[in-house]
C-alpha cells in the first residue's frame, strides 16, 4: 500500500498517551491491529504494505510495565502524620523493620487513578483508610479488607489505570485483561462503530476479551498464531506452578530487577532475531520502536520485569465462554511455528470446542512472525475473510 504513507501519532488517555500507527483514509472501513507479548506495532509494517488500500489501517504500541515503578511512588497515603510512598512502606514491611503503622487517614496524590467505595461513602468527616490492590484484583480483594477495618473509615481502593513509545500502564503485573482498556479507549476516542481486528499471537487474547466485554464492536476479528496463546490459561489447572509463573517469578524481578543489559546496535537486532525467529532485516523493522540509545550503545526499551507476564486464572468453561462469541473469526495457523505447546491438552480441547462455520481454522504456510517475515503468504485469507458474507448468529 505504498500510496498511504504511514502516521505517526498518539492518542490521550487517563495515563497518559498511546503511541499510534495509521495508514489510509480514516473515512474508509476501520482495521485495528494489536501485537503480541514484547512487541511493537513495527510488527505489522510488513503487512499494511501489502495489504489493500480499501481500509483504513490502525495500530499502536501496547502500554507495559516500563515505568510503572516510578509512578507507583507516586501513590502516598499518610501514615503517622506523614506522606509515604506506598512503596517505601512495602518495602519495610519485606525487611521486616515496618515501623509506619497505616491507620485511617487521607490518599493524598495519584497522578492517574480511580477510587472505588467500598465501605460508607466518604463524607469529608469519616476518616478514610487508603488500601491499595493489585491492578489484577480490580478492586474486589479490598472487600474483605474493608470489613476487617471497620465501619468507622471509608475505605477507598485505589486501581491505577509503556512496549514501543506508548505510556505504561501503573500497578503491576500486567496482564491481557487490563490491556483491554487500551482498545476501548482507542474505538471510543476514533468513535467506530464497528472495527476489523488483526491480532497476533496475545493480541488475540486481548481482543476476544475486548470482544467479550463489549460484544458486536468487533465486526471480524483474525488470529494470527493467536490459537498458540489460548495454551496459557492450562496454568490454571495446576495452582502451584500459576502461582510460581504468573506471582511468584514476577515479584522477584519486580523487587530484585536484573540489571538492564546494554548492546551495540548490531547485537541487538542480533538478539531481536534470534528471539523472533526472523531475519536481522526483519529485526530491524522491530528494532525501530524498542530501542533506545545509552551513552552510545542500545538498550530494550520494555522492562525486563514485563517477561514475566500474568496469567488470568480463567476456568476453560469460562474461558470457552469468552472466547465463543457470535463475532466471525479466522484463525491462521503458521505451520512452522516453534512456539512450544506446553499445555497441549487445554490447548487442543479448546480448538475443538471453537471450531464451528464461525470460528475457523486455516494453516499457513510460515512460522509464528509470519505477518512479519511473509505477509503475502495471508493477505489473500484476510482480505476474503473481511469481504465475505461470514454467517453470525443473533
Not at 491499595?132 to 479488607?145: E, K, R, T, Y
Not at 477507598?156 to 500502564?169: E, F
Not at 497476533?200 to 488470529?223: D, E, Q, T
Not at 532485516?281 to 517477561?307: H, M, N, P, Q, Y
Request: include cysteine; proline fraction near 8%; aromatic fraction near 10%.
Amino acid at each position: 500500500m505504498p500510496e498511504n504513507p504511514m502516521k505517526e501519532w498518539f492518542l490521550k488517555v487517563p495515563w497518559g498517551k498511546l503511541a499510534m500507527l495509521s495508514w489510509g483514509d480514516p473515512s474508509l472501513p476501520p482495521t485495528l491491529l494489536v501485537h503480541g507479548f514484547m512487541d511493537t506495532a513495527a510488527t505489522f509494517i510488513p503487512l499494511v504494505d501489502v495489504m489493500p488500500a480499501t481500509f483504513h489501517y490502525v495500530t499502536f504500541d501496547l502500554p507495559d510495565v516500563l515505568q510503572a515503578l516510578h509512578l507507583i511512588k507516586e501513590f502516598l497515603i499518610k501514615v503517622q502524620g506523614r506522606d509515604v510512598p506506598i512503596v517505601q512502606k512495602r518495602k519495610q514491611e519485606r525487611a521486616g523493620k515496618d515501623d509506619l503503622q497505616l491507620e485511617p487517614g487521607t490518599f493524598l496524590a495519584a497522578r492517574v487513578g480511580r477510587a472505588f467505595s467500598a465501605g460508607p461513602e466518604a463524607d469529608g468527616v469519616t476518616p478514610a483508610a487508603a488500601v491499595c490492590s493489585n491492578l489484577s484484583d480490580a478492586g474486589a480483594s479490598v472487600i474483605g479488607q474493608s470489613s476487617a477495618i471497620g465501619a468507622g473509615a471509608a475505605v477507598l481502593d485505589i486501581v491505577g489505570a509503556g512496549h514501543g513509545h506508548s505510556d505504561t500502564m501503573p500497578g503491576p503485573p500486567i496482564s491481557p485483561l487490563h490491556l483491554v482498556e487500551a482498545i476501548r479507549q482507542i474505538v471510543d476516542q476514533l468513535q467506530w462503530d464497528t472495527v476489523s481486528c488483526v491480532a497476533h499471537s496475545m493480541g488475540y487474547l486481548i481482543c476476544a476479551y475486548y470482544n467479550a466485554v463489549y460484544p458486536g464492536r468487533i465486526r471480524r476479528l483474525v488470529s494470527l498464531a493467536g490459537a498458540i496463546s489460548i495454551q496459557l490459561h492450562g496454568l490454571v489447572e495446576l495452582p502451584k506452578d500459576w502461582f510460581d509463573i504468573s506471582i511468584a517469578s514476577y515479584y522477584r524481578r519486580y523487587f530484585q530487577p536484573p540489571a538492564p543489559l546494554t548492546y551495540t546496535y548490531k547485537k541487538a537486532v542480533e538478539s531481536l532475531a534470534r528471539a523472533r525467529d526472523v531475519s536481522e532485516a526483519d529485526a530491524t523493522i522491530l528494532a525501530s520502536r524498542c530501542l533506545k540509545s545509552v551513552d552510545g550503545e542500545f538498550r530494550f526499551t520494555w522492562d525486563v520485569k514485563a517477561k514475566k507476564i500474568y496469567v488470568p486464572p480463567i476456568a476453560e468453561d469460562i474461558l470457552y465462554s469468552i472466547l465463543s462469541t457470535p463475532t466471525p473469526t479466522l484463525c491462521l495457523v503458521p505451520t512452522e511455528d516453534k512456539t512450544p505447546i506446553t499445555f497441549y491438552d487445554c490447548h487442543v480441547n479448546m480448538l475443538a470446542k471453537l471450531t464451528n462455520e464461525r470460528y475457523v481454522f486455516v494453516s499457513v504456510p510460515g512460522g509464528h512472525s509470519v505477518h512479519l517475515t511473509n505477509p503475502e503468504f495471508i493477505v489473500p485469507q484476510i482480505v476474503k475473510f473481511f469481504n465475505e458474507d461470514v454467517k453470525s448468529k443473533l
